[in-house]
């Protein structure tokens, strides 16, 4: 969350899921930091599906977790009686935590972690969707400020939640996310692609640079 001081922010967390078909997705939970929900956060252009959690990090802990995870059983109703699904996770703690496991198994939810290290690879939120998520936020961040509102606040990102995800998590984009990884279609080839990109930014040589001598104005390396 973006201020006209850059040190002054806030850090809030989005739990996003998305489906192989690139059906819409189920709304989202959103982790604030705080003890309360304040009322002046809540915004008008809120589709009243999502869930607000609080923690005093602004991250997630096994609670929310937890409640995460009941909110997805709900909005892809999963079910004792209905057919099995498979749930892609990263390797986070609270996807480890027993009552979650439990809970998903007994409505017929398969959670999968990915190899350690490897969801910027493998994962198509990663390798797909977050990106235009943050080029979406980045340009509401924009357009705010040029309406001359200079702060942008949790209020501001709730206003702006609905159209940032319309616009980020279309079907398309979806589908290529999961194929570009490839998780749907499997494919071991699109994902050693994936694997050799990041090897070879890994190994780019970084650039030289030209010192400059000190003229006393505190001019540096440049």
């Given at each position: 969350?973006?201020?006209?001081?850059?040190?002054?922010?806030?850090?809030?967390?989005?739990?996003?899921?998305?489906?192989?078909?690139?059906?819409?997705?189920?709304?989202?939970?959103?982790?604030?930091?705080?003890?309360?929900?304040?009322?002046?956060?809540?915004?008008?252009?809120?589709?009243?599906?999502?869930?607000?959690?609080?923690?005093?990090?602004?991250?997630?802990?096994?609670?929310?977790?937890?409640?995460?995870?009941?909110?997805?059983?709900?909005?892809?109703?999963?079910?004792?009686?209905?057919?099995?699904k498979?749930?892609?996770?990263?390797?986070?703690?609270?996807?480890?935590?027993?009552?979650?496991?439990?809970?998903?198994?007994?409505?017929?939810?398969?959670?999968?972690?990915?190899?350690?290290?490897?969801?910027?690879?493998?994962?198509?939120?990663?390798?797909?969707?977050?990106?235009?998520?943050k080029?979406?936020?980045?340009?509401?961040?924009?357009?705010?400020?040029?309406?001359?509102?200079?702060?942008?606040?949790?209020?501001?990102?709730?206003?702006?939640?609905?159209?940032?995800?319309?616009?980020?998590?279309?079907?398309?984009?979806?589908r290529?996310a999961?194929?570009?990884?490839?998780?749907?279609?499997?494919?071991?080839?699109?994902?050693?692609?994936k694997?050799?990109?990041?090897?070879?930014?890994?190994?780019?040589?970084?650039?030289?640079?030209?010192?400059?001598?000190?003229?006393?104005?505190?001019?540096?390396?440049?």
């Amino acid at each position: 969350m973006y201020t006209p001081s850059p040190e002054n922010r806030k850090s809030v967390t989005i739990l996003e899921a998305i489906s192989a078909d690139g059906r819409e997705p189920p709304p989202p939970l959103i982790i604030c930091p705080g003890k309360r929900i304040m009322e002046s956060w809540i915004h008008d252009n809120l589709k009243g599906s999502e869930v607000i959690a609080l923690s005093p990090t602004g991250y997630t802990n096994e609670a929310i977790a937890i409640a995460w995870l009941r909110h997805f059983i709900k909005h892809t109703h999963a079910g004792p009686t209905k057919q099995w699904k498979m749930l892609l996770l990263d390797g986070h703690i609270t996807h480890e935590n027993p009552d979650f496991v439990i809970l998903a198994h007994e409505n017929h939810i398969k959670p999968f972690e990915y190899p350690s290290h490897l969801t910027h690879v493998l994962q198509p939120l990663d390798v797909g969707v977050f990106r235009p998520w943050k080029h979406y936020h980045n340009k509401a961040i924009q357009k705010s400020i040029r309406s001359l509102d200079f702060e942008y606040t949790i209020s501001s990102f709730f206003r702006d939640l609905s159209d940032i995800r319309e616009q980020a998590l279309k079907p398309h984009t979806i589908r290529n996310a999961f194929k570009d990884s490839g998780n749907w279609p499997p494919s071991y080839k699109a994902a050693c692609k994936k694997m050799r990109q990041y090897a070879k930014k890994r190994k780019a040589p970084e650039p030289e640079t030209e010192l400059q001598p000190s003229t006393g104005d505190d001019q540096g390396a440049h």
